[in-house]
């Protein structure tokens, strides 16, 4: 690599927060450089640094963080605010981006240094249309007509590929899809032709194919305008398809660095050796998963391997039975509430699930996967069909019968941060459905059945009374998950319950469900997006398109050779090592 194309170099970055008297330091003394036209992954688990660091270098950290060290920026014009250190004179004619004030960051920030993040719904201003919202940022930075800027978004909306730009130049974001607002928030950090692109978790809510679609977009458009790209990720797995260069974060630490060759097939440290191990493979099926923390105790052995296989759990009668269910939501009425055009969100599914075993389900995003697991628990109105739960229909149910139906039917839902109470503590919220269902009357004991779940599921004790806004996104989703385990249900219906974790976190939590199952026998229908996820952990896989099944059978059986185009698809899309 040419010195002279290094865009951003990052030196000895120190950030601590002082929160209640007490110092953290979340980045100790990191070191990297990004150059044009490659990508650097910088991956690690939930509270490693990766994003801190990246905010450190785009001002974007409260005023509370202590940072020091050195973010320089290439080839930059010395802006107003701007304070060169006669120390550091082999750094003239850059920019260190810690010495800016704020008026100068203003033209750093979306002119050189864009950011993607993660979560598009919530970086999208939902009451501006998504086309103003591009151009916005053209008319803040080079002061150009909206006219002018409408052309150029315009012109970048048909770059990433966007179907209809016109269409959706004026269209909110709550009335496009998923993927579609990634490629706004893509265009977005575009449209000034920076020299960084900071790529935060971008795909990570995404489905497989959209995924795949969204980072061949990001390379073509790298090669393209030669842009350096920093791609923060906790999935090794579309590292492997970005990234020319790799750092692992550690607790705040970069333990391992060097070319995506090097790190992904020859890793050193004990922790990099434990991401990879700890990703469900496609190749077997292992009986449990290795975790990060097996590598970093030296615990990790043969054994850990992937070599045996599930076996699919067999019953006389089904726990579950679902015949020619149906949920339609109403697309346009007119004056007098009559029902022009409708949608079958579900239509007319039929399928049986076992006791004792898991029935994985998946499709992309709007086939239907959460409605019917809805649907199956009475929290959404079918539209037709029956639902049968160990030979009862759910329909002749008395009030008090179905009350205790809630006992042994939990769901685990797929938001962790809008499915808990912000008003409750962690604790109160796992203890919540002991009290709502008259179990373990003693609080002591119910408070100390609560300490073990939490435990099981990887929260500390001293957690039990903090609340949700203190945890991130995969904490909050183990809280959720705790909640719906505390009443020891027979079925539980998980949706997307693994895809907030980490890789390590949701190793851990795939092998807790599993214990769980041999240990009590519960039954899963476990909803997902992650094919390598439901490969490990189902025995039997449903396919899920346009509300209907159009493929399923026994999870090996499903990999090793699918029959639909769609299933085929959906197999070739995931990233792979």
């Avoid at 409260?62 to 014009?77: E, F, I, T």
């Avoid at 060169?84 to 850059?94: A, L, M, R, V």
């Avoid at 999208?124 to 591009?134: A, E, F, I, S, Y």
């Avoid at 109403?330 to 699930?353: E, Y």
Wanted: charged share 25%.
């Amino acid at each position: 690599m040419d010195a002279s194309d290094k865009v951003l170099e990052v030196r000895n970055l120190h950030v601590e927060f002082n929160n209640d008297g007490t110092t953290t330091a979340a980045v100790k003394d990191v070191s990297f450089s990004v150059y044009r036209g490659r990508t650097l992954g910088i991956v690690g688990e939930s509270g490693s640094g990766k994003s801190v660091s990246c905010l450190a270098a785009m001002g974007l950290l409260p005023k509370s963080a202590m940072v020091s060290g050195h973010v320089w920026l290439q080839n930059s014009p010395q802006p107003s605010g701007y304070s060169e250190n006669p120390d550091d004179s082999d750094y003239s004619g850059k920019t260190d981006l810690l010495t800016l004030d704020e008026d100068a960051f203003l033209n750093i920030r979306g002119g050189r240094i864009s950011m993607i993040f993660q979560e598009p719904m919530t970086s999208l201003n939902p009451v501006h249309r998504c086309g103003d919202q591009v151009a916005e940022m053209l008319m803040t930075h080079e002061k150009v007509s909206h006219d002018e800027a409408r052309r150029r978004a315009l012109e970048l909306f048909e770059e990433v590929m966007l179907p209809r730009p016109e269409k959706i130049f004026s269209s909110y974001p709550h009335e496009i899809s998923g993927g579609q607002k990634q490629r706004v928030m893509i265009a977005m950090a575009l449209i000034c032709h920076p020299d960084i692109i900071i790529a935060d978790e971008p795909t990570t809510a995404l489905d497989v194919t959209v995924q795949k679609t969204i980072l061949e977009l990001l390379r073509s458009l790298q090669q393209r305008h030669n842009i350096g790209i920093i791609f923060i990720t906790h999935d090794l797995g579309v590292i492997a398809q970005i990234a020319d260069d790799v750092a692992v974060m550690y607790k705040g630490e970069i333990v391992e660095q060097g070319t995506a060759q090097q790190v992904l097939y020859h890793p050193r440290h004990p922790y990099t050796q434990g991401l990879l191990a700890c990703r469900p493979p496609l190749d077997s099926r292992p009986h449990r998963l290795p975790t990060v923390q097996d590598y970093l105790e030296g615990r990790a052995t043969e054994s850990d391997t992937p070599s045996s296989f599930h076996a699919t759990p067999t019953s006389p009668a089904p726990l579950l039975r679902v015949r020619d269910l149906q949920v339609t939501y109403p697309l346009k009425k007119n004056v007098f509430g009559r029902v022009l055009q409708s949608l079958n969100a579900v239509d007319g599914l039929s399928f049986d699930i076992y006791r004792g075993e898991t029935l994985g389900l998946v499709g992309e995003s709007g086939c239907g996967k959460s409605t019917l697991g809805r649907a199956i628990l009475q929290l959404i109105e079918r539209s037709a069909g029956t639902v049968e739960y160990d030979g009862t229909s759910l329909d002749k149910l008395s009030h008090s019968q179905r009350k205790e139906l809630r006992r042994k039917m939990q769901i685990v839902f797929q938001d962790p941060y809008s499915s808990l109470n912000p008003r409750l503590t962690i604790g109160e919220a796992i203890m919540e459905p002991l009290r709502c269902h008259h179990l373990c009357p003693d609080v002591r004991q119910r408070r100390e059945r609560v300490l073990e779940l939490m435990k099981q599921v990887g929260l500390k004790e001293e957690w039990f009374n903090r609340f949700p806004h203190e945890f991130s996104g995969g904490q909050r989703q183990r809280v959720c998950i705790a909640r719906a385990l505390v009443l020891q249900p027979e079925l539980v219906v998980c949706d997307e319950s693994v895809s907030a974790l980490d890789v390590s976190v949701q190793a851990q939590v795939l092998n807790l469900l599993n214990d769980l199952k041999e240990r009590y026998g519960y039954t899963y229908l476990f909803i997902t997006h992650d094919l390598s996820v439901v490969k490990f952990f189902s025995d039997r896989i449903m396919v899920m398109e346009r509300g209907r099944i159009v493929e399923q059978g026994p999870s090996d059986q499903l990999f090793a050779h699918p029959r639909h185009p769609y299933t085929q698809r959906l197999l070739a899309a995931i990233p792979r090592l």
